[in-house]
């Protein structure tokens, strides 16, 4: 136990309420990329941009129904069940606070499931990478690639491949409104006069915005 006090210092528990379909789908990804939650929320929060995250919505705490029941313990009341909101817990860097881990985390999940892509470069919140190990930083890298989509090769050419860029799963039928707050988000990103440009990236937010306006009036 020598290292305690050293990790300590690094380190710190966060608690974060959550849905409990929420938490099990969490715990369900960090199981299925043989991780622990906090490697998925430090991943995403270290490697995606501030503004990524703020603007990606909150998966939000639990609703008053939704419990869970554990046993309490110890203390007097020790072996008798309490109800108290699902939680995810987490031990990483601090600095952070549990509704950016649960964007975070909710990025995660639909990066998974292919709703969500975003660039990999900037570190975050005023965490700097330089301050964590360079392998480490290595691996919380591909581990978000792992998560990520790259841009098309061969350009955008039809309505899912236009979806796939700005985000949303092949078949969605977003609204002029999402489809906007989207290319918003994305362009910030990626506009080649910004920190983290792309000029292929952001040439293919166009294409994918000029797709989808022969759909629906999008200005």
């Known amino acids: 136990m020598s290292s305690t006090g050293s990790e300590s210092s690094t380190k710190q528990s966060y608690t974060i309420p959550c849905a409990s379909r929420f938490r099990d789908?969490?715990?369900?990804?960090?199981?299925?990329?043989?991780?622990?939650?906090?490697?998925?929320?430090?991943?995403?929060?270290?490697?995606?941009?501030?503004?990524?995250?703020?603007?990606?919505?909150?998966?939000?705490?639990?609703?008053?129904?939704?419990?869970?029941?554990?046993?309490?313990?110890?203390?007097?009341?020790?072996?008798?069940?309490?109800?108290?909101?699902?939680?995810?817990?987490?031990?990483?860097?601090?600095?952070?606070?549990?509704?950016?881990?649960r964007r975070a985390l909710g990025v995660a999940l639909a990066m998974d499931k292919g709703e969500a892509a975003v660039l990999l470069d900037a570190p975050s919140h005023g965490v700097s990478a330089a301050t964590h190990d360079p392998e480490e930083v290595d691996r919380l890298k591909a581990m978000v690639s792992a998560l990520a989509f790259d841009p098309l090769d061969e350009g955008v050419q039809t309505r899912d491949e236009a979806l796939h860029v700005l985000g949303f799963p092949p078949g969605a039928s977003p609204d002029t409104r999402e489809v906007r707050a989207r290319f918003r988000i994305l362009a910030t990103i990626h506009h080649p006069d910004g920190d983290y440009g792309s000029h292929h990236r952001m040439s293919q937010l166009n294409s994918a915005m000029d797709v989808l306006r022969g759909e629906v009036a999008l200005y």
């Open 25 to 101: 789908a969490v715990l369900a990804l960090a199981a299925k990329r043989g991780v622990n939650v906090a490697d998925l929320a430090r991943s995403v929060a270290l490697m995606v941009p501030a503004e990524t995250l703020t603007a990606f919505p909150d998966p939000g705490e639990p609703e008053a129904q939704d419990r869970e029941i554990i046993v309490i313990k110890s203390g007097p009341s020790a072996g008798r069940p309490w109800q108290r909101k699902p939680r995810l817990q987490v031990r990483m860097a601090p600095g952070f606070d549990a509704e950016i881990l």
